[in-house]
């Protein structure tokens, strides 16, 4: 079965970075569009960023840019997000998804067809 696995998750302070992980079994990675989403306590799940097949497109949440960094490696079937100079608002449950739907880069949560159990990150002040 398909499987996404996220790790690289934890505890950081503010100003540190973290490296994320999301590898994918049980399906052809490189045909599907990937995309990290998050979601915070009391919060809805909010998108992150998004890669396309090849790795050549990205697209950032506004308020990401700069600072998070999303790309893949198709031949160890993993998926990556940077994170750089987090802050205590980027505390949330991070995860991993991937869309058959085209090779579009998409925030629409609708449109990925599989999710991983996700990783928690916390960022203390």
């Known amino acids: 079965q398909v499987q996404l696995v996220e790790s690289g998750g934890g505890l950081v302070q503010a100003g540190d970075s973290l490296r994320l992980s999301c590898a994918a079994s049980?399906?052809?990675?490189?045909?599907?569009?990937m995309a990290w989403f998050r979601q915070a306590p009391g919060k809805e799940r909010e998108f992150v960023a998004s890669i396309v097949r090849n790795g050549v497109r990205t697209y950032y949440a506004d308020s990401l840019k700069g600072r998070f960094a999303i790309s893949r490696d198709n031949a160890k079937n993993t998926g990556y997000l940077q994170m750089n100079s987090l802050e205590p608002e980027d505390t949330a449950v991070y995860y991993c998804?991937?869309?058959?739907?085209?090779?579009?880069?998409?925030?629409?949560?609708?449109?990925?067809?599989?999710w991983g159990q996700g990783a928690q990150v916390t960022v203390s002040s």
């Open positions: 049980g399906l052809t990675f490189s045909m599907y569009v």
């Open positions: 998804a991937a869309s058959s739907w085209g090779d579009s880069p998409s925030s629409t949560a609708g449109r990925y067809d599989y």
